[in-house]
Nanobody, 115 residues
Framework: QVQLVESGGGLVQPGGSLRLSCAASGIIFSSYAMGWYRQAPGKQRELVATISSYGTTNYADSVKGRFTISRDGVKRTVTLQMNSLKPEDTAVYYC?????????WGQGTQVTVSS
């Protein structure tokens, strides 16, 4: 059974930082590209950042220079370090595991940026 379990969300003030983690089980972790997506109220889910099985990263323009994605093959985790957070970063953040044939999603973790 595939499980992607996110953690690390919460409430933070503008300019603050949060670190999201996603623990994967039930997949061959090294074979999957991993990513973070987010969905704000009334909006479609959008890509935040991805990291390939080789470590190649890709970021949405809105988070470049502020967010960093990384993966740990031993711990089977993918992490999103979020700095200089803005109110517009408020959303539910979802972990994704993707290979050529199928994708899996976590249950999501809420991030709220507000003073």
């Amino acid at each position: 059974q595939v499980q992607l379990v996110e953690s690390g969300g919460g409430l933070v003030q503008p300019g603050g930082s949060l670190r999201l983690s996603c623990a994967a089980s039930g997949i061959i972790f090294s074979s999957y590209a991993m990513g973070w997506y987010r969905q704000a109220p009334g909006k479609q889910r959008e890509l935040v950042a991805t990291i390939s099985s080789y470590g190649t990263t890709n970021y949405a323009d809105s988070v470049k220079g502020r967010f960093t994605i990384s993966r740990d093959g031993v711990k089977r985790t993918v992490t999103l370090q979020m700095n200089s957070l803005k109110p517009e970063d408020t959303a539910v953040y979802y972990c994704n595991a993707q290979d050529r044939l199928i994708g899996y999603w976590g249950q999501g973790t809420q991030v709220t940026v507000s003073s």
